[in-house]
């Protein structure tokens, strides 16, 4: 049986019914922002950017492939209004939100990366402590209603499974894209992220309608 939030939320799944002029303005925003950031040569910042916001993808998929097989809810999923939800948890707003925080944490990023943070590389100490601020930010969403859960392992009685896996991998590898020493190889990692990300959304969504 499927549970009200997921009925809700598959209701909107990909319509256009409810389309917001604003929608194209932040995407022009989030544009601009990559665009600076590449004009100033900071391309480990866009390729870790970018990693960033693929990795908020491979969680969306995995999100809407558990809505399909339990037949019940998927971990997470929209609720209120948007101008278009393209995944079961996603929609075009949150998407754009996660482009923009991918720069964001990346660009917060130390120069030194063996410098340490009480006593831990401050890249997983700056990775851990921004998951928890993520994490308390999707427990303010839940409390007003944009978010919903229905499965009793992810829910506020248990926010460390939401930090461990719905945001910390996030970090943790825009962080990794972002070290690396060669441009090739972040390049490498970005293109393979976003290459399993498209095959994933075409298989699963166009050819099975799974998510």
Wanted: charged share 10%.
């Amino acid at each position: 049986m499927l549970a009200p939030s997921a009925l809700l939320a598959a209701a909107q799944l990909r319509t256009p019914d409810h389309f917001q002029w604003p929608v194209i303005t932040l995407l022009l925003l989030v544009l601009h922002a990559y665009v600076e950031q590449a004009r100033a040569g900071r391309w480990n910042v866009v390729l870790g950017g970018i990693a960033f916001w693929l990795m908020d993808w491979v969680n969306e998929i995995v999100n809407g492939l558990l809505f399909h097989f339990s037949g019940f809810a998927p971990a997470w999923s929209t609720a209120g209004s948007s101008a278009y939800t393209v995944l079961i948890g996603l929609n075009v707003e949150i998407s754009l939100m996660f482009a923009v925080m991918g720069l964001i944490a990346t660009r917060l990023l130390p120069d030194d990366a063996q410098q340490r943070w009480f006593g831990l590389p401050n890249r997983l100490a700056l990775a851990a402590t921004s998951s928890v601020a993520c994490v308390m930010v999707e427990l303010w969403l839940h409390h007003i209603g944009a978010l919903q859960w229905a499965w009793s392992g992810w829910n506020a009685n248990r926010p460390w499974l939401i930090w461990l896996l719905g945001y910390l991998p996030f970090f943790v590898v825009a962080y990794a894209v972002h070290d690396l020493a060669s441009r090739r190889r972040q390049i490498t990692v970005v293109a393979t992220l976003a290459t399993a990300v498209a095959l994933a959304l075409y298989v699963f969504g166009d050819l099975l309608a799974w998510i």
